[in-house]
């Protein structure tokens, strides 16, 4: 079974908005890590944000910031005041303490395109 | 900042032909990763090595082998190539701190491999 959940369909945004990225997961663990993940049309898979299962915080990392809603289990990404270059596939994975070698789990994947 | 090599960028086999992939982990990272990335898909872990060992097994075919030598680089051996093996191969490396999530462990990917099979 999927264990992560990425089902909005391609998103159009305008340049300067924020874009919300849904992703929930599936996990009975206590401890799992969550990444997103940007892959643009030239293929590379980009590290954007990591969030621990403990972290109390929401994780930021300069124009990226998560919305980590533990109960809900959802690890939403926000891009603010997005650029032409965010124009992606981006992509949410987790790990899971029982895999215990760092393997992660992708979603399907949300595509973006920013349009001026 | 080094970043994880891999090589060829592009690769076009026949079917039944044999294919061979190379990563070159970040320097000092003790754990490599391979992933397939089908057309539209997400990428599907297929194997990974722990200081030169395997260490764990995805969804990777029989007639896929991999190994990590001696110097940490890692190859990918894809035999009997068929249609269905055309995809993204991507490597990725990271630090291992042993079991369990402890810590962000960021995988960092290579630029991928492009497999096309005639």
């Known amino acids: 079974a999927q264990k992560i959940t990425q089902t909005q369909p391609g998103m159009f945004v305008q340049e300067k908005e924020a874009v919300t990225l849904d992703c929930t997961y599936d996990?009975?663990?206590?401890?799992?890590?969550l990444f997103w993940y940007k892959q643009p049309s030239s293929g590379e898979m980009i590290f954007l944000i990591y969030q621990g299962s403990y972290d109390e915080q929401n994780a930021t990392e300069g124009r990226y910031s998560l919305n980590f809603q533990k109960a809900r289990k959802s690890a939403n990404l926000v891009i603010s005041a997005s650029q032409l270059g965010d124009s992606a596939m981006y992509f949410c994975a987790m790990r899971e303490a029982d895999y215990g070698n760092n393997r992660l789990a992708f979603g399907k994947g949300n595509q973006v395109v920013v349009i001026p | 900042a080094a970043g994880v090599i891999q090589s060829p960028r592009h690769l076009i086999k026949e079917k039944r032909e044999t294919a061979t992939l190379k990563c070159y982990p970040i320097?000092?990272?003790?754990?490599v990763y391979w992933y397939q990335q089908g057309p539209g898909q997400d990428p599907q872990f297929l194997i990974s090595?722990?200081?030169?060992?395997?260490?764990d097994k995805g969804s990777i075919p029989d007639r896929f082998s991999a190994q990590q030598f001696s110097d940490y680089h890692s190859e990918l051996n894809m035999s009997s190539l068929e249609l269905g093996d055309s995809a993204l191969y991507f490597c990725?490396?990271?630090?291992?701190?042993?079991?369990?999530?402890?810590?962000?462990?960021?995988?960092?990917f290579g630029a991928g491999s492009r497999l096309t099979v005639l």
């Open positions: 090595f722990y200081e030169k060992m395997q260490s």
């Open positions: 320097p000092r990272h003790d754990t």
């Open positions: 990725a490396s990271s630090f291992r701190t042993g079991t369990g999530v402890s810590g962000a462990n960021v995988l960092t």
């Open positions: 996990t009975s663990d206590q401890s799992y890590g």
